[in-house]
């Protein structure tokens, strides 16, 4: 008879608790117990904030799996798909091939992911702490960021270089702020050009108050000693959207920093989001005994589980001290069923909540006892020290934790130099993304947004506009060509989306992609000569005139999102028009629609009621009626358009009309002094 097998999908606090509990039951001949982890290792999460803060080694917080669960069949293959109905679950091999596993019993204990995407720009800029990876990659880069403030000759720079941003007020928020001040507060003394004066930790949180799990007299004595350790607080701030310079909160600031950490943005993992099983904030729903619902032989328990504690009739809060007790008890039930035996419901009394504030600090309320400051930091760390998995781990932090209280935090920054890599980036309107005299290190993909592209005249100190890039446009090119540094300054017009890579991936590219390279070099002879400087008098003669000297109404009503590819058609034909402009309701420009549009669109299947959205070209680009005759000639140029919509405002994009390049061209030859001349000679 084959042995029953249970399979585990997550190697954390619950996963590998209930792995460890169901083998004290069954042996190995009678039972096979697989564990699914994508890291060969269980991470201690408590303690990631001090792996960042350089208080313990990374390796510290790692405890190897294979040795902590020696008769457990450990894989880190990625599980991609389960089939509760069929009892399988699919994952994909050591070569990339999928495959499927038959269980008789499924644990789920995937624990949450990270997801950043909710906020503008915080996917792009700021740093995530859920894995050693995340701690180690904060870590370095907070050393690298020390070394450059140590020789920045800019006081502003080097204030920005040691302002750092932490975003959420909830334990892990906490613990990464104190952390971090602490690292910079207690090594500073060994850089010749870093005050006190010139660091900054702030922390910010969506609530009136810190740590909203823990007592109101707990709350305000954090506050307090953060506060008095040089941590600022933002309080009842929500961040609205996060660029390379900072973070913009609802209600209108702005915080300065090089370094935002964000705590909070937690999701479930994909792998159960695609489950068509009942979830209550983005967590599984389970019975009682954390069965999921109407499944008898599948389980889900730690935080990506949704489990009603008997206690108190209260949800499970996603803690270690619950993940642990949901792994053993589950583990329990799923013994009580193979054995014919009633489960039980998950029971659990809270032993507490322990949190670091820094400076050898802490709050903790233990069986119902509150304690604070040195005593509650002092028993903070022994009881983790004890929580870790293994003799081996309480070893190595133990000593790392009594270095710590000797010697200085060790600020060693080795480079990785880690292959270059495409990667996104988010602006704000006024944000320049690079700027006129900077070197050349990236090239840059317009996503999402607008941007203008000014160069600055040294010798007179005057703005010169030079054009207006949309979605699908490029820029940083020329210079990273011609090795030299930029030319001029691009500036966010609108909230801008860009692709980012680096110039060694990029000149690996467009040596080996023909079809790169053919764009690159037509993009950079119709960039090589500035109208101005192909037709000398063209400067003069439009800079004068303001663009509605040249603003003609558009030749077709424009039509709506909503409007037919038939009714977009009916227009080309009855007006002969080159393009149709689409608006909302509010008369705003959403897209246009061209002669090429409307042949793409049957080439795609098109039929005549396929809405124009789905084939008309969104986000197009545009000028205000506010902007220079030259601004808008220069960038119809960059484009090789024809003509170019115009609008209200970047911000309200409510269309005027639109400008045709013959049109300007025509006022350029018919005012030039060798047409005048001839006039005259005639």
């Known amino acids: 008879m084959a042995a029953t097998r249970l399979v585990i999908v997550g190697g954390g606090f619950a996963g590998s608790k209930c792995a460890k509990t169901l083998r004290k039951h069954f042996s190995p001949e009678a039972c096979e117990i697989v564990l699914f982890n994508r890291e060969n290792h269980m991470v201690f999460h408590p303690l990631l904030a001090e792996v960042a803060g350089a208080s313990i080694n990374p390796d510290a917080v790692a405890a190897p799996l294979r040795q902590m669960l020696p008769t457990i069949h450990c894989r880190t293959e990625e599980v991609q798909h389960i089939d509760l109905n069929a009892s399988e679950i699919a994952?994909?091999?050591?070569?990339?091939?999928?495959?499927?596993?038959?269980?008789?019993?499924?644990?789920?204990?995937?624990?949450?992911?990270?997801?950043?995407?909710?906020?503008?720009?915080?996917?792009?800029?700021?740093?995530?702490?859920?894995?050693?990876?995340?701690?180690?990659?904060?870590?370095?880069?907070?050393?690298?960021?020390?070394?450059k403030a140590e020789v920045c000759e800019d006081e502003a720079l080097k204030h920005h270089y040691l302002s750092f941003i932490i975003v959420g007020g909830g334990f892990s928020g906490v613990e990464v702020a104190g952390e971090i001040n602490d690292l910079l507060r207690g090594t500073h003394r060994f850089f010749h050009n870093i005050s006190d004066e010139d660091l900054s930790v702030t922390l910010?949180?969506?609530?009136?108050?810190?740590?909203?799990?823990?007592?109101?007299?707990?709350?305000?004595?954090?506050?307090?000693?953060?506060?008095?350790?040089?941590?600022?607080?933002?309080?009842?701030?929500?961040?609205?959207?996060?660029?390379?310079?900072?973070?913009?909160?609802?209600?209108?600031?702005?915080?300065?920093?090089?370094?935002?950490?964000?705590?909070?943005?937690?999701?479930?993992?994909?792998?159960?989001?695609?489950?068509?099983?009942?979830?209550?904030?983005?967590?599984?729903?389970?019975?009682?005994?954390?069965r999921l619902v109407d499944f008898d032989n599948a389980w889900a328990i730690g935080d990506c589980a949704h489990i009603i504690n008997a206690y108190d009739r209260k949800p499970s809060p996603p803690t270690g001290q619950f993940a642990e007790r949901q792994g053993r008890q589950a583990a329990d039930n799923i013994v009580r069923v193979m054995r014919g035996e009633p489960t039980r419901p998950f029971r659990f009394k809270p032993l507490g909540q322990l949190c670091a504030i820094g400076a050898h600090h802490a709050v903790a309320e233990l069986f119902g006892q509150r304690l604070s400051g040195f005593p509650a930091w002092f028993l903070w760390r022994g009881i983790y020290?004890?929580?870790?998995?293994?003799?081996?781990?309480?070893?190595?932090?133990?000593?790392?934790?009594?270095?710590?209280?000797v010697f200085p935090r060790d600020l060693a920054h080795p480079r990785t130099?880690?292959?270059?890599?495409?990667?996104?980036?988010?602006?704000?309107?006024?944000?320049?993304?690079?700027?006129?005299g900077d070197p050349a290190l990236n090239f840059y993909i317009l996503v999402n947004g607008e941007v203008e592209v000014v160069r600055i005249d040294e010798a007179s100190g005057e703005t010169l506009q030079l054009g207006i890039l949309g979605p699908g446009d490029f820029f940083g090119e020329m210079a990273l060509i011609d090795q030299r540094p930029r030319s001029a300054t691009i500036r966010a017009l609108t909230p801008v989306e860009v692709l980012v890579m680096g110039k060694n991936l990029f000149s690996s590219i467009s040596n080996a992609l023909a079809p790169f390279r053919h764009v690159i070099a037509e993009a950079i002879k119709r960039r090589g000569g500035a109208l101005w400087q192909r037709m000398p008098m063209a400067r003069e003669i439009l800079e004068p005139q303001p663009l509605s000297a040249f603003l003609e109404p558009c030749a077709i009503e424009p039509l709506t999102p909503d409007h037919t590819f038939a009714d977009a058609l009916q227009c080309f034909d009855e007006h002969g028009s080159d393009f149709c402009c689409v608006i909302n309701g509010e008369g705003c420009l959403?897209?246009?629609?061209?002669?090429?549009?409307?042949?793409?669109?049957?080439?795609?299947?098109?039929?005549?009621?396929?809405?124009?959205?789905?084939?008309?070209?969104?986000?197009?680009?545009?000028v205000t009626d506010e902007e220079s005759c030259l601004l808008a000639a220069a960038t119809m140029r960059d484009h090789g358009f024809k003509w170019l919509p115009v609008v209200e405002s970047y911000g309200t994009p409510t269309l005027k009309g639109y400008v045709r390049a013959e049109r300007m061209l025509n006022a350029v030859v018919q005012r030039s002094p060798e047409q005048n001349r001839r006039h005259a000679g005639a």
């Open 91 to 147: 994952y994909h091999g050591y070569d990339n091939r999928p495959r499927t596993m038959t269980y008789d019993h499924l644990v789920l204990s995937c624990g949450s992911a990270v997801n950043l995407g909710t906020v503008p720009g915080m996917a792009d800029h700021a740093f995530p702490l859920k894995t050693i990876g995340d701690a180690i990659a904060l870590r370095l880069h907070i050393m690298q960021l020390l070394e």
């Open 204 to 290: 910010v949180h969506s609530r009136d108050q810190l740590l909203p799990e823990i007592t109101p007299s707990l709350r305000d004595f954090a506050k307090t000693k953060m506060e008095r350790a040089g941590i600022n607080l933002a309080l009842n701030a929500r961040v609205q959207y996060v660029i390379s310079e900072g973070v913009g909160l609802a209600d209108g600031r702005f915080l300065r920093g090089a370094t935002v950490v964000c705590t909070v943005g937690n999701s479930i993992p994909l792998v159960l989001e695609r489950l068509e099983v009942p979830k209550e904030r983005h967590r599984l729903m389970t019975q009682p005994d954390m």
């Open 385 to 405: 020290l004890f929580k870790l998995p293994s003799w081996s781990r309480r070893a190595k932090v133990g000593f790392d934790w009594a270095w710590d209280l």
């Open 417 to 436: 130099d880690p292959t270059e890599r495409v990667s996104t980036a988010h602006y704000r309107p006024g944000n320049d993304i690079i700027r006129q």
């Open 590 to 622: 959403e897209g246009v629609v061209t002669r090429t549009d409307i042949f793409r669109a049957i080439d795609a299947g098109a039929h005549a009621h396929t809405p124009v959205r789905e084939f008309m070209a969104c986000d197009p680009v545009v």
